[in-house]
């Protein structure tokens, strides 16, 4: 009887030390899912709004984290805060997504803010190869063998069929 109290023991503090591992996906993913589709199914629009604003700022947490995974790597509680920072974002008792939404992402988008975008631009890229451009390739990377068996037979863009084969009529048995 003792032992089994000791794994029960022993038990509880390894789920104690990797709760951020067991309860991440649940508080991250599983809840935030299920709430996701029950606030699609109702009228009203402020769970949609809560769950819209809790997956851009989920978003925003995963590419920060893989961003800056050479930094976060090196901080030993960074799983932890991250699941209490979740459990704020996605508790209705807190709203923290509603919060941080309406407080920091919202006033920086919502400004006049322009990007300017460089994208150099050039000149006749859509204009097709001529023949002598393939004709060139062909007489530089095509075998000589597979220009004189094969290439005669295409003239003008329709295939001649000139009768060889693996298989003859004498192969064939009916």
Known sequence: MGR?????????LLIAENIDVLAGPLVSLAYPLYASIRAIETRNTADDQQWLTYWVLYSMITLFEL???PLIEWIPFWSYAKLILTCWLVLPQFSGASYVYQHYVRPFYAG????NIYVPKKKDIFVPPTHDDDDKYVHE?????????????????????RGNSFFTEDDYVY
């Not at 000791?6 to 509880?12: K, P, Y």
């Not at 597979?146 to 329709?158: C, K, N, R, W």
């Open 141 to 161: 990377y095509v075998p000589d063998a597979f220009q004189e068996t094969v290439l005669p037979s295409y003239i003008d863009g329709e295939v001649k069929y």
């Open 112 to 115: 006049n803010q322009t990007v």
């Open 4 to 12: 089994s109290g000791a794994a029960a023991g022993d038990l509880l």
């Open 67 to 69: 961003t800056c995974y």
